[in-house]
Structures are given as structure tokens and as C-alpha cells.
Nanobody
Framework: QVQFVESGGDLVQPGGSLKLTCIYV????????MGWYRQSPRNARDLVAS???????NIEASVKGRFTISRDIAKNTVSLEMDDLRLEDTGVYFC?????????WGQGTQVTVSS
């Protein structure tokens, strides 16, 4: 059984920072790349960052230079540090493997960027 629990979302002003954390329960995800996905009101759930088991990260162009992904395999956690937040970063953020297991999504955590 797989379970994801995301936390850390909040209301922030443009230019602010947040750190999101995902704790996952699984007996196999240590072997998979993990990702953070963002669902905004008008868009589908899009990948914003991912990281392999060995720690190689991939950051999507829209957030490159502002977001950093990390993981602690021993603690079953994946984090997303977000700096210089913009209005368009608003959305619900989810973690999942990459590619995602569409039968298992957590509740997500809401990030709202607003002045």
C-alpha cells in the first residue's frame, strides 16, 4: 500500500518562500524517482520537479532557479524548497512517484501566492 502525506503549504506574498514536505509510506518507492506536482485552478496536475533515488534532480523551466527538490530515503521524505514565489505558483502541490501512480494521490497542500 502506498500513501503520501504533504504539508507546508501556506498563504505567502510574492517574493516569499515556503518549504513543502512529503512523507510517503511504501515498501518500494526507494527505487523510484519522486516528484512534486502542481494543480492550479485552470490547469492539469503538472510536474514541477523530480529527483532520482541517487539524488539527480530535474526542475521544470517555469520554476528553475527558484525551486529545489531533495529527498531523504532513510526517512521516506521528499521536500520542495520554493523561493521567490510568484502569483502563478499558486496551486495545490502533491508528491508522487515519477511517473505518477494515479491510483494513489495524497490530499496535497495548498500554496497561495497573493499580495
Amino acid at each position: 500500500q502506498v500513501q503520501f502525506v504533504e504539508s507546508g503549504g501556506d498563504l505567502v506574498q510574492p517574493g516569499g518562500s515556503l518549504k513543502l514536505t512529503c512523507i510517503y509510506v511504501s515498501d518500494y518507492l526507494d527505487q523510484w524517482a519522486m516528484g512534486w506536482y502542481r494543480q492550479s485552478p485552470r490547469n492539469a496536475r503538472d510536474l514541477v520537479a523530480s529527483i532520482t533515488p541517487s539524488g539527480t534532480s530535474n526542475i521544470e523551466a517555469s520554476v528553475k532557479g527558484r525551486f529545489t527538490i531533495s529527498r531523504d530515503i532513510a526517512k521516506n521524505t521528499v521536500s520542495l524548497e520554493m523561493d521567490d514565489l510568484r502569483l502563478e505558483d499558486t496551486g495545490v502541490y502533491f508528491c508522487n512517484r515519477r511517473p505518477p501512480d494515479n491510483n494513489n494521490w495524497g490530499q496535497g497542500t495548498q500554496v497561495t501566492v497573493s499580495s
